[in-house]
């Protein structure tokens, strides 16, 4: 079947070709370096723990940086500041838990230069990073760090024979290219590392090693683009679970867990910041974080002064 749609593929190609084109002549440009995080695919491919981990590196690093978003699965029109007391149904669940994790200011918008321009205008940001927006040409950007999975390449086609918004090569254009395996585009590897339980609906957390839940069924919900990733995850801790995917952002309630009862759950970090209000004393979520290499913090600081 995806063949078959090769010449539909061929025309997203030079379609996206003719926009980014335009984009690029009106390109804004910031008045601080912007660092763009993101990838060639449709669907998740680990964008925010890099997001997440980038920030607090820059902040050790004696910078003050920002993060913009798209928040997807609420209304965003118009630019708004997140912070970590927001509401997941006005900031998006990706926004939210950036703010809550980075501990950095963060603005969403559809508009990405919306969003950094209300960013900076509320506060002394001097460097913004960009959680997704590698195709929105609109933006300027001093920095372009693509996020790849294998999973997430496919086929290695574009849209709609494949999940790619641009073709492969476009990994051997960008500033840096990072993946958790060493491959053919990336040669510049990170690990994803889970670190703890955190309660849901408190400050309470337990070792991996521990299980602060009682005996019995226990039951694992994602959101999330691949949500069989995060399954392989918690059954490489032992853990026997009932599995429960949604589709990606969903917006949970308390009616989807109602038929868990009392019974344990476990989700991601990104699900949980939707569900403080309504969790029970024992739902859990996994705290994974992203560990960049120190090579790769001190190549983009260099890139950042020299622009400077």
């Known amino acids: ?35 763009v995080v993101g990838n060639i695919s ?28 798209r928040a997807y699965g609420i209304d965003a029109s118009s630019p708004k500041i997140v912070t970590p007391d927001s509401k997941a149904c006005e900031s998006g669940d990706e926004p939210l838990m950036i703010a809550r994790e980075a501990r950095c200011p963060v603005a969403v918008c559809v508009d ?39 999973t997430s390449l496919g086929n290695r086609r574009c ?13 051997q254009q960008v500033d840096f290219c990072l993946s958790t395996e060493s491959d053919e585009f990336c040669s510049i590897v990170y690990s994803l590392e889970a670190t703890q339980w955190r309660q849901v609906s408190g400050s309470k957390t337990a070792s991996l ?8 069924s226990v039951h694992v919900v994602t959101s999330i683009a691949h949500s069989q990733r995060f399954f392989d ?23 989807d867990f109602a038929e868990f009862g009392d019974e344990p759950v476990i989700m991601t970090m990104k699900d949980a ?5 309504f969790a029970r ?28």
């Open 1 to 35: 079947m995806s063949t078959l749609l090769l010449p539909l593929s061929g025309l997203f190609y030079l379609l996206s070709k003719v926009r980014a084109a335009r984009l690029l002549k009106n390109q804004i440009l910031l008045p601080v370096p912007v660092i």
């Open 281 to 308: 004393e024992h739902w859990w979520a996994l705290d994974v974080s992203a560990k960049l290499p120190e090579s790769l913090i001190q190549n983009i600081v260099k890139v950042i002064k020299s622009n400077d």
């Open 209 to 216: 090693g521990d299980r602060p839940w009682p005996n019995g």
């Open 112 to 150: 990405r230069v919306a969003a950094a321009q209300c960013l900076l205008a509320n506060h002394d940001c001097d460097v913004v990073i960009s959680d997704d927006g590698l195709q929105h040409y609109r933006l300027g950007r001093t920095v372009e760090l693509c996020v790849v999975s294998q």
């Open 233 to 255: 995850a918690i059954a490489a801790l032992g853990i026997d679970a009932k599995y429960h995917a949604f589709a990606d952002h969903h917006p949970f309630s308390s009616e």
């Open 273 to 277: 910041v939707k569900c403080t209000s």
């Open 159 to 171: 849209l709609p024979a494949g999940p790619l918004r641009e073709p492969i090569s476009r990994l």
């Open 42 to 69: 449709v669907g998740g491919s680990g964008k925010s723990p890099v997001v997440i981990a980038l920030a607090k590196a820059l902040a050790e690093q004696g910078l003050k940086p920002g993060v913009i978003s």
